[in-house]
């Protein structure tokens, strides 16, 4: 029996952001994943690979391959797949796309905190970051909240532009101060290492959700949106200690631990929406969300087949 590969535009075709996310949901009622990372080094290029183990669903590597030098061939930066294996025996049970699980797991893994924690009927939602990630926020939040304006932000304001172009009805934020008090929803996908929201800007029944932030020295909301909110994530293990936007105010005291109230793992304590609380998601990642998508992606495949 041959392996399947499930190529971009063919899992793009069995998927949509609503069931996605539920079974996000339903994946964190199986117990917390065994996670490992490795780094390989050639200067200027990196191998990274990420492993996952969730008992009662399986394995997952997967592997990124970053040559900084592929643009000016014409080839993509960033290249990569997802082996997925069976946890009954341990054999490979399909090869995943690298950018499609990616797409996939990063922008539901908000959209699913926004379902949770934002107010249904919002009419606004604010995306800033114009990158790659922005698009895939786009297609998501529009499922997710289909009767809400979309709005782009971009510190250079012709990638936003040229991003709204691409969707029709996403419209262009020139200015990001009077976008974020407008919005019922914001969403950070910037590669920003100094705070680009600030608390001062909020106001109650906003649902702001971060993304961008990956490493101990970045972050996108300054300590007074913190401080404003109260505060959940996708996993404890990725970010309390891993991501600036929880490392650097846990240090300083600014917030405490006890202060992030909860994770996806405890989903349940998600509260319903209130009009009079501002919310915080941060969107973590990690390789258990990169299991939990490639095997729904699996699933879905095996129902067409």
Wanted: contains cysteine.
């Amino acid at each position: 029996m041959s392996i399947p590969f499930i190529g971009f535009d063919e899992g793009e075709a069995l998927l949509d952001w609503i069931s996605f996310t539920e079974a996000l949901a339903a994946s964190h009622d199986l117990p917390r994943a065994e996670m490992s990372d490795t780094f390989l080094y050639r200067d200027p290029d990196t191998l990274l690979s990420r492993s996952a183990w969730i008992d009662g669903l399986g394995l997952a590597v997967k592997t990124a391959n970053v040559f900084p030098r592929n643009p000016d061939a014409g080839k993509p930066m960033i290249n990569g797949s997802v082996c997925l294996y069976s946890d009954t025996d341990g054999t490979l049970e399909a090869l995943v796309d690298f950018h499609l699980v990616t797409k996939w797991k990063t922008a539901g893994d908000s959209l699913l905190g926004a379902l949770r924690l934002a107010d249904p009927d919002a009419k606004e939602v604010l995306i800033v970051g114009a990158g790659t990630v922005g698009g895939s926020l786009i297609e998501a939040f529009s499922a997710g909240f289909p009767q809400a304006q979309i709005r782009v932000w971009n510190r250079t304001a012709s990638k936003a532009q040229d991003l709204c172009a691409r969707y029709s009805g996403t419209k262009h934020a020139p200015e990001l101060e009077p976008a974020v008090r407008n919005a019922d929803i914001i969403v950070t996908c910037t590669m920003s290492s100094e705070p680009v929201i600030q608390g001062a800007w909020l106001r109650p029944g906003q649902h702001l959700n971060l993304i961008g932030a990956y490493r101990p020295d970045m972050r996108e909301a300054d300590d007074a949106a913190l401080q404003r909110a109260q505060i959940y994530c996708d996993s404890f293990g990725t970010t309390l200690d891993h991501i600036g936007e929880f490392k650097i105010p846990l240090a300083s005291g600014t917030i405490q631990r006890s202060d992030v109230l909860a994770d996806y793992y405890s989903i349940a304590d998600f509260p319903a929406f209130e009009p009079g609380r501002i919310t915080l998601f941060k969107n973590g990642g990690g390789g258990h969300l990169d299991l939990m998508t490639s095997h729904h992606i699996l699933q879905k495949w095996k129902a067409q087949a």
